[in-house]
């Protein structure tokens, strides 16, 4: 049993031996190697872009229930149209009343094959493009019980040349907080490479009595563990919030530098 310890503990050693590179020489050269040797700092940048929602697709579900599947059917169809000639006097165009989603249910009796009854759901969708038009479409709600309201989605035209203006934030405020870096530790550090850099999107959402918050959105540095993001506050840029909604891109990079010698930074 002792021959077979000692074997095992010879094999230790050597394996971490050969695991661990050996470094020979003296201090200076030491010093020297490792003054050689590549380091790089990761600096995060981060920004929010916010702006009025210009649009938004209110999401409203059609039910009718009735004996017959023809009639459910029928019925269905007769309150759509209604609510689509109320919307078109209330200046909401046809073209902009969507059946987005159709569904048929049978109802079964306790006994038997035959269904009792069958119940008729359609998705409509209303693009409204402001809050009066919101509000209108909102009243169908309490105009007829087969209406049930589902839900709201903001939405920005331009959202594309939004999220191109938070990254283009976003790399500013990285390279701000490099400047203050290489200013307070006499470093001069080079772009070596660059992460992130995906869009969120905050939409606000209608609560009970007409207000509206926004959506929860991860605001952390997506920086991996050991990168630097200093105290620089985040940019932000605000246009005009008004009532009906407001959208918030937020964004982060990280640029990862590599750090030049003391001697070459150091005038």
């Given at each position: 049993m002792?021959?077979?310890?000692?074997?095992?503990?010879?094999?230790?050693?050597?394996?971490?031996?050969?695991?661990?590179?050996?470094?020979?020489?003296?201090?200076?050269d030491?010093?020297?190697?490792l003054?050689?040797?590549?380091?790089?700092?990761?600096?995060?940048?981060e920004?929010e872009?916010?702006?009025?929602?210009?649009?938004?697709?209110?999401s409203?579900?059609?039910s009718?229930?009735?004996?017959?599947l023809?009639?459910?059917?029928?019925?269905?169809?007769?309150?759509?149209?209604?609510?689509?000639?109320?919307?078109?006097?209330?200046?909401?165009?046809?073209d902009?009343?969507?059946?987005a989603?159709?569904?048929?249910?049978p109802?079964?009796?306790?006994?038997?094959?035959?269904?009792?009854s069958?119940?008729?759901?359609?998705?409509?969708?209303?693009k409204?493009?402001?809050?009066?038009?919101?509000?209108?479409?909102?009243?169908?709600?309490?105009?007829?019980?087969?209406?049930q309201?589902?839900?709201?989605?903001?939405?920005?035209?331009?959202?594309?040349?939004?999220?191109?203006?938070?990254?283009?934030?976003?790399?500013?405020?990285?390279?701000?907080?490099?400047?203050?870096?290489?200013?307070?530790?006499?470093?001069k550090?080079?772009?070596?490479?660059?992460?992130?850099?995906?869009?969120?999107?905050?939409?606000?959402?209608?609560?009970?009595?007409?207000?509206?918050?926004?959506?929860?959105?991860?605001?952390?540095?997506?920086?991996?563990?050991?990168?630097?993001?200093?105290?620089?506050?985040?940019p932000?840029v605000?246009?005009?919030?008004?009532?009906?909604?407001?959208?918030?891109?937020?964004?982060?990079?990280?640029v990862?530098?590599?750090?030049?010698?003391?001697?070459?930074?150091?005038?």
């Amino acid at each position: 049993m002792r021959t077979i310890v000692v074997i095992g503990l010879v094999m230790m050693i050597c394996g971490r031996l050969l695991a661990e590179p050996e470094l020979r020489g003296t201090a200076s050269d030491l010093s020297q190697y490792l003054a050689g040797m590549p380091r790089t700092v990761a600096v995060t940048g981060e920004a929010e872009v916010k702006v009025p929602a210009d649009y938004a697709f209110v999401s409203l579900k059609v039910s009718t229930d009735s004996k017959s599947l023809q009639e459910a059917l029928r019925a269905n169809h007769e309150a759509r149209t209604r609510l689509s000639n109320y919307l078109k006097k209330q200046d909401i165009p046809a073209d902009r009343v969507i059946a987005a989603k159709f569904s048929s249910t049978p109802k079964f009796g306790l006994f038997g094959e035959k269904a009792k009854s069958y119940r008729v759901d359609n998705i409509v969708k209303v693009k409204v493009l402001d809050e009066r038009e919101l509000q209108v479409t909102s009243s169908a709600v309490d105009n007829w019980p087969e209406v049930q309201f589902v839900g709201l989605d903001f939405e920005h035209t331009d959202k594309e040349t939004q999220k191109r203006k938070a990254i283009a934030l976003a790399c500013d405020n990285a390279t701000e907080r490099k400047k203050v870096y290489e200013e307070k530790l006499a470093l001069k550090l080079m772009p070596k490479s660059f992460s992130g850099g995906m869009v969120s999107q905050n939409k606000p959402m209608m609560l009970v009595g007409g207000s509206y918050r926004g959506d929860a959105y991860a605001s952390k540095s997506m920086a991996p563990a050991g990168s630097t993001s200093g105290s620089t506050e985040m940019p932000q840029v605000t246009e005009g919030i008004s009532s009906f909604g407001e959208l918030v891109y937020t964004v982060s990079v990280t640029v990862e530098y590599e750090v030049e010698r003391e001697s070459k930074a150091v005038k």
